[in-house]
């Protein structure tokens, strides 16, 4: 089993940065492909990033390109999520997943979760 823990949620102002991290303890060599998703109140879930060790793939949605980073620390078993310019739409729970394959942005994909983090932005 994997266990997957977020952190770095919490307020902020919009234009703002914040950084989440993703710590992942236990079977971590099913941690090849370590991402993020995120879920607004009322929306579905929507991929945000992924890094594969896999495949040496990382990428960020096409929307979020050139505001959010995703990283990891294979030492630490721990990715991160940078996030800049934040705007209120990016308001959401933010949950990291990880999976043994190689990078997908599919969240059906992904077998292990943690149990996420609250972002908000204030206006």
């Known amino acids: 089993q994997v266990q997957l823990v977020e952190s770095g949620g919490g307020l902020v102002q919009a234009g703002g940065s914040l950084r989440l991290s993703c710590a992942a303890s236990?079977?971590?060599?099913?941690?090849?492909?370590m991402a993020w998703f995120r879920q607004a109140a009322g929306k579905e879930r929507e991929f945000v990033a992924a890094i594969s060790t896999s495949d040496s793939r990382t990428g960020v949605a096409d929307s979020l390109k050139g505001r959010f980073t995703i990283s990891r620390d294979n030492a630490k078993n721990t990715a991160y999520l940078q996030m800049n310019s934040l705007k209120p739409e990016d308001t959401a729970v933010y949950s990291c997943?990880?999976?043994?394959?190689?990078?997908?942005?599919?969240?059906?994909?992904?077998?292990?979760w943690g149990q996420g983090t609250q972002v908000t932005v204030s206006s």
């Open positions: 236990g079977r971590t060599s099913s941690t090849a492909t």
């Open positions: 997943a990880a999976r043994s394959g190689v990078w997908s942005t599919v969240r059906s994909h992904y077998p292990y």
